[in-house]
């Protein structure tokens, strides 16, 4: 198993910046990937950003540029790095990991980012 806690999120005006952070616990040496998924109000879950084994990072492409992923080499921690930030951004964000030889799914229990206009 897999277990991930996230710190970080909060209240920020347009154009600040906000960093969170996630541990992860448990069979870390089986993570494959770990990520940030967003969800806004009234909207799907959907993924900001990933990291991948041998650091290939991908986003989503209305955060490219403004957001940065990264992680250790331990797979113990990932954290995403927000800029530019926009009241569009606003959603629970949450740190996700993919791990063992099916490809299971860890979730953290979210974090709430809020962006004023």
């Known amino acids: 198993q897999v277990q991930l806690a996230e710190s970080g999120g909060g209240l920020v005006q347009a154009g600040g910046s906000l960093k969170l952070s996630c541990t992860a616990s448990g069979s870390t040496s089986s993570i494959s990937a770990l990520g940030w998924y967003r969800q806004a109000p009234g909207k799907e879950r959907e993924l900001a950003a990933v990291?991948?084994?041998?650091?290939?990072?991908n986003y989503e492409d209305s955060v490219k540029g403004r957001f940065t992923i990264s992680g250790d080499a331990a797979k113990t921690m990932v954290h995403l790095q927000m800029n530019s930030l926009k009241p569009e951004d606003t959603a629970v964000y949450y740190c996700?990991?993919?791990?063992?030889?099916?490809?299971?799914?860890?979730w953290g229990q979210g974090t709430q980012v809020t962006v004023s206009s």
């Open positions: 996700y990991a993919e791990w063992g030889d099916a490809y299971r799914s860890a």
């Open positions: 990291i991948m084994t041998g650091g290939i990072a």
